[in-house]
């Protein structure tokens, strides 16, 4: 499968999950804002710890943005639950070392590497009955049949080399493995789609009531040298709904069929 030429395929199927999430909004500073879903940098960013590639802070290897690039490696997050956000300020202390000052545990509880800075920190939670824990649904193809074959493998043994999280390390999460679902060509001009979609390729279609649409715009990739790719604006609902739309090209959207929990689903799902 390629953006040039659509053709069936399969993708990996997997739920992320955990009390809480944080996905920084790029253009905050004082104010640690949080998109409502994990941006694409964010979902390869975790795929990457799962399989154990480095990123431009490793001293050594191969960084993995190029590798997750959107000509090789195609995404597709949907929301699983309501979400709520609320402010809490936490207190940020400065660990670094310099030539000056070596980092111990002495200086960090007693205060001598500084006083700590307060930030407010937006944070996710779950708003359902149902579900105590936010969740994500991740849809994952990769052209290099290795890297596919490996994530397959880790998440079927939960295996992982980095542990994941939801955005910051202190939000632990949990990976369940649903399926590998058979991906094919979405020949329709109007869709529900299950998954958040570019606003650039579909005109959504406001019909029913109480709905709820929300648009975010989001880093979509970098090179190896942190150059940030064009930013991509994505719409979906916030009350955990498909959003029906016309799309522009059919070349957009895709099938996707699998086995959950002994039940057969179909879904129209967009790649970030």
């Keep these: 499968m390629s953006s040039d030429n659509k053709q069936s395929g399969k993708v990996l199927i997997f739920d992320i999950k955990g009390p809480f999430a944080h996905f920084r909004k790029y253009y905050t500073n004082s104010s640690s804002l949080s998109y409502v879903f994990p941006p694409r940098t ?47 300020t936490v207190n940020y202390i400065k660990t670094k070392t310099d030539q000056e000052s070596r980092y111990s545990f002495e200086a960090l509880i007693t205060g001598t590497r500084g006083s700590p800075t307060q930030i407010p920190l937006e944070i996710l939670m779950s708003d359902s009955q149902i579900m105590q824990e936010i969740a994500y649904r991740v849809y994952f193809y990769h052209a290099e049949s290795n890297i596919y074959s490996n994530l397959k493998n880790r998440l079927i ?80 609902d916030m009350k955990n709904r498909s959003i029906k739309v016309k799309l522009k090209s059919k070349d957009d959207s895709y099938i996707v069929s699998y086995t959950d929990n002994g039940c057969t689903i179909i879904e129209n799902i967009m790649f970030m």
């Design 42 to 88: 964010v979902v390869t960013g975790l795929i990457a710890g799962l399989l154990g590639y480095p990123n431009e802070r490793a001293k050594k290897g191969e960084i993995y943005y190029e590798l997750f690039s959107n000509n090789k490696c195609k995404i597709a997050v949907a929301l699983l639950t309501r979400t709520k956000k609320f402010m809490q």
């Design 157 to 236: 043994e939960q295996k992982f080399v980095y542990p994941p999280y939801l955005g910051i390390s202190e939000f632990l999460a949990t990976i369940r493995y649903v399926a590998e679902g058979e991906i094919e060509n979405n020949n329709n001009d109007t869709v529900e789609i299950k998954t958040v979609c570019k606003l650039d390729c579909v005109e959504p279609i406001f019909e029913g009531n109480n709905l709820q649409y929300i648009i975010e715009k989001m880093p979509t990739g970098f090179l190896n040298d942190r150059t940030p790719l064009k930013p991509e604006n994505y719409i979906f």
